[in-house]
C-alpha cells in the first residue's frame, strides 16, 4: 500500500539506449512530478502534471519525455541515454501544486545507471 | 533555479547533542518546509513554517524563520542515531514548485 510507488528501483543500461520510468500514486493527489537527484544530492525538478495536464517543464532535454495517462500515473521515458542521465530519478505526489504549501510525497527513487 | 542553500553541507555529532542546519534563501515565499532522505530511500515531509510564522515545534524538531534574513534553522534535539540522514531544505512562492537546496548530511554517533 506504497503512496507513491515506481519502478525499475534499478536500472543499468548502456548509451543510446530508449529506457522508461513508471510512477502510480494512490493518494488521489491531483498533482505528479518527476524530480532528479545528481550524484551531489542537488534535487531538481523536471516536470509536474496537473490533472495529466503538462504545468511545470524545466529546462530538461526533450530526449526526456513524461507521459501521464490518468492523474494518478506519470511515467518518464527517456531516448537516446547518456553517460550524464546516471541519476536518481524521483517521483512525487501534491494534492496542490505546492504553491499554497502542500506537502509532497516522494517516491522511493529511481537509480539509473548508463554505462 | 536553486533557492534553499543548506548550511553546513556535513554535520557530525555525537548520540543525545542537538543538531542545528541552518537554510537560506533569495527571493520572498509562501511557505518553507524541511525534508528528511535518508540514505537509499526517498524524501520525507517533516516540518512546513508559513512566512507569517517565526517558530515552529514538531517533537524533538523546532523551526525557525527570519523572513528578513532569508534564513531559517532546523535543530533536532537529542539526537539519536536514527536521525543520521540528509535534510532538506524546500521553500515556494507565487506559482512557482518547492525548490529544494542540497541538504546537510548529519551523521549522529552512537
Known amino acids: 500500500d506504497t503512496a507513491v510507488s515506481q519502478t525499475p528501483k534499478y536500472l543499468v543500461t548502456q548509451m543510446g539506449n530508449d529506457k522508461s520510468i513508471k510512477c502510480e500514486q494512490n493518494?488521489?493527489?491531483?498533482?505528479m512530478y518527476w524530480y532528479k537527484q545528481d550524484s551531489k544530492k542537488f534535487l531538481k525538478i523536471m516536470f509536474s502534471?496537473?490533472?495529466?495536464?503538462?504545468?511545470i517543464n524545466e529546462t530538461v532535454p526533450n530526449r526526456f519525455s513524461p507521459k501521464s495517462p490518468d492523474k494518478a500515473h506519470l511515467n518518464l521515458h527517456i531516448n537516446s541515454l547518456e553517460l550524464g542521465d546516471s541519476a536518481v530519478y524521483f517521483c512525487?505526489?501534491?494534492?496542490?501544486?505546492?504553491?499554497?504549501?502542500?506537502?509532497?510525497?516522494f517516491g522511493e527513487g529511481s537509480w539509473l545507471t548508463v554505462v | 533555479s536553486q533557492q534553499g542553500e543548506e548550511d553546513p553541507q556535513a554535520l557530525s555529532i555525537q548520540e543525545g547533542e542537538n543538531a542545528t542546519m541552518n537554510c537560506s534563501y533569495k527571493?520572498?515565499?509562501?511557505?518553507l518546509q524541511w525534508y528528511r532522505q535518508n540514505s537509499g530511500r526517498g524524501l520525507v515531509h517533516l516540518i512546513l513554517?508559513?512566512?507569517?510564522?517565526r517558530e515552529k515545534h514538531s517533537g524533538r524538531l523546532r523551526v525557525t524563520l527570519d523572513t528578513s534574513k532569508k534564513s531559517s534553522s532546523l535543530l533536532i534535539t537529542a539526537s539519536r542515531a536514527a536521525d543520521t540522514a540528509s535534510y532538506f531544505c524546500?521553500?515556494?512562492?507565487?506559482?512557482?514548485?518547492?525548490?529544494f537546496g542540497k541538504g546537510t548530511r548529519l551523521s549522529v554517533i552512537a
Open positions: 512525487a505526489s501534491s494534492q496542490g501544486t505546492g504553491a499554497s504549501g502542500n506537502t509532497i510525497y
Open positions: 524546500a521553500t515556494d512562492g507565487g506559482n512557482t514548485p518547492l525548490v
Open positions: 513554517i508559513r512566512s507569517n510564522e
Open positions: 493518494l488521489g493527489h491531483d498533482t
Open positions: 502534471y496537473n490533472n495529466k495536464e503538462l504545468i
Open positions: 527571493t520572498s515565499i509562501n511557505n
